[in-house]
DNA sequence: CCCGCTACTCACCGATTGGTGACAGCGGGG
DNA sequence: CCCCGCTGTCACCAATCGGTGAGTAGCGGG
């Protein structure tokens, strides 16, 4: 394992075209932004720190440091992006008005959550993260998350009121918790308890039994 | 954050009385993976190393090299132990037996698995792990939690048929789904979407509305 | 008694981490 | 013009990581 120097870029014949950086601090900033929800969402928390984002944006990690005052502020600034999440999957048609019963909303809903969730790598990693770990970091992205999850219901949901008789509160936690745990071992391990989750038709399976279960307390 | 020194060196005057360690290779190997098992239930995956390990073992690390061929042997080891989670978990009087329905059943089940996992914290570091990296370690992890818990669900279930017209497997799944990501999210951060989980009191929510989404599949 | 096996410890390696201070280059305002 | 401040780069720090090779200490058998 003896590294003989070979990483000389004096070559001769390649005319080192030193790319200068345009000095554009907005730029860098957006660029470092970038990186940090790119690295995040592909390779996940583990490997999630000022060297690797720094890396990937290429950029130096003092920069990090000066404009956001280090990791902890580009996880704010991550948390504080995630707004627009909300913004970007709101169908026009919002919410209820074609729905009759607040059993076909909430099934509407969980089964848009569903694939929202499928479809967002870095909501995905945000969510493990927050089960995974307590630290400040994590406990302020959550927030950021947690909020834009309710706005997004609240968008959706519209005036219907939830039956009584019921807790919805706590039923509509246990469905989401069911739809995130699902989304989670769906793309980490392809399964859970036992239940494949790979093809698309695993997916139509879990999304019936999900069907049911809303159907079952909202009927 | 210096892990207080968990050795058990007596005599705090000045004769050294090093507490010769007894050459014991069986108790050094227990004692190395109940540290592991320890380490990983009290700080979780992230700091889980071979380093940590050692130094709550209050051993050399090289001994876990050889002993377990590295970390990896030693989460195999861990998994391996996980078969013992559900010989201790099952009361005796196992089953269905005075359940009538498979909803009773269902019921029961989703009961006694929240607070089963309530109550353990290793258990929840490797579901947290599961679903945050997919490496062979935690593959092999996964599996032996994964059959543990089958085990577990297929003792306890007995000789009860599903009704006909559900895809039991899919609903089950689902269902269980949502009561790991509650406790999850319960353990990590006291909340899971919008609903607390810290007190008995938020709990018992919880559990009503998973009841009463079992019972509305199964009936 | 000594020898050899085995349990165990120590010292070191290269790599990577988060974090900081110093410096280079450009550009605008006096 | 010169100088100052902003942008970006580089070198370096201590700490920790996983991993290895060499050496020590005790015990049992010849």
């Known amino acids: 394992m003896l590294n003989e ?3 000389l870029e ?4 390649a005319e080192a ?3 200068r950086r345009v000095r554009d601090r907005g730029a860098t900033e957006r660029a470092i932004l970038a990186a940090a929800k790119s690295l995040l969402a592909e390779e996940g928390f583990q490997n999630f720190g ?3 984002v720094a890396r990937r944006a290429g950029c130096d990690k003092q920069l990090i440091y000066r404009y956001y005052g280090g990791l902890d502020g580009l996880v704010e600034a991550i948390g504080a992006d995630l707004g627009t999440w ?4 709101i169908p026009e048609d919002a919410g209820g008005m074609f729905l009759l019963t607040y059993g ?3 099934e509407r809903l969980a089964l848009l959550l569903l694939a929202a969730l499928k479809n967002d790598p870095l909501m995905r990693r945000i969510l493990a993260w927050e089960v995974s770990e307590n630290t400040e970091q994590v406990r302020r ?8 999850l309710a706005l997004w219901l609240d968008r959706m949901r519209g005036s219907l009121a ?3 008789g019921v807790d919805a509160a706590a039923v509509n936690a246990v469905v989401i918790a069911a739809i995130q745990h699902l989304v989670l071992a769906g793309a980490a391990g392809g399964q859970c308890a036992g239940l494949s989750l790979k093809t698309s038709k695993d997916w139509e399976k879990a999304a019936t039994a999900l069907k049911r279960l809303v159907r079952g307390v909202y009927g």
Chains 1, 2 share one sequence.
């Open 5 to 7: 120097a070979v990483n």
């Open 10 to 13: 004096s070559s001769p014949g």
């Open 17 to 19: 075209a030193p790319e």
């Open 50 to 52: 000022i060297n690797a």
């Open 86 to 89: 909300v913004r970007d999957r």
């Open 104 to 106: 076909d909303l909430m």
């Open 141 to 148: 992205l959550s927030e950021a998350r947690s909020k834009a």
């Open 162 to 164: 939830p039956p009584k």
